[in-house]
């Protein structure tokens, strides 16, 4: 069965930095646009940042651009996204998703797999 395993959560003072991965097995990697979430205690799911499956095209949330960068490697099947500049309004349980041979990928209902998710904690 498909598995998104994610890891490199944690705790970290603002302005820090912290990389996330996600690992997924029983799926064809590379059909699909991969994709990060977060969730806020008391908030909505909302998207973070996603990578085609196609051409590698990049596509971030406003909150997050220019801070954080979202990547892939196919020969390991896996993605990454690397947050700098972390504010505590970057704390949320971080997710990511798999979407089958999807262009836009930017909202919820569009992915078809999720991890379990891993916990950012940014401390002012």
């Known amino acids: 069965q498909v598995q998104l395993v994610e890891s490199g959560g944690g705790l970290v003072q603002a302005g820090g930095s912290l990389r996330l991965s996600c690992a997924a097995s029983?799926?064809?990697?590379?059909?699909?646009?991969m994709g990060w979430f977060r969730q806020a205690p008391g908030k909505e799911r909302e998207f973070v940042a996603r990578i085609r499956w196609s051409d590698g095209h990049t596509y971030y949330a406003d909150s997050v651009k220019g801070r954080f960068t979202i990547s892939r490697d196919n020969a390991k099947n896996t993605v990454y996204l690397q947050m700098n500049s972390l504010k505590p309004e970057d704390t949320a349980v971080y997710y990511c998703a798999a979407a089958y041979q999807k262009v836009i990928a930017t909202m919820r209902r569009e992915y078809d797999y999720w991890g379990q998710g891993t916990q950012v904690t940014v401390s002012s």
């Open positions: 029983g799926l064809t990697f590379s059909t699909y646009t």
